[in-house]
């Protein structure tokens, strides 16, 4: 074997992995645990922070991980404030001061 035919060989092994390896699709959604508060649970200071551990099998998109919430019937983007690649704990600060009685719905 040539030296020539080596390197297309290898060429073409490469672009064969990444046809088969990127059209995988993740269907198994990511295990999501409520830290603070926890189930059920209340804030008792007029700003909250939702924390959350997040695991998944797949690598999670740090860029687009926000949370919906509704208060007072407005939607807020929450967005993820402090994480980092290898840990699973996420933190969402809620953007305006609760009252009491209110309530924070995740969408």
Known sequence: MRVCN?????VFV???????????VDTIPPNVE???PGNGGYFS???GQIILKITDESPIDTESSF??????????????????PLDSIY??????PL???DSVFLL
Do not use: N, W
């Open 6 to 10: 080596i390197g297309k060989l290898f």
């Open 67 to 84: 949370l919906t919430a509704s208060i007072r019937m407005f939607l807020y983007d929450l967005p993820e404030s402090v994480t980092s």
């Open 45 to 47: 200071c007029p700003m």
């Open 91 to 96: 933190r969402f600060s809620i953007p305006v």
């Open 34 to 36: 409520f830290l603070i």
């Open 99 to 101: 009252m009491d009685g």
């Open 14 to 24: 490469l672009l064969s992995a990444q046809i088969v390896f990127g059209q995988f």
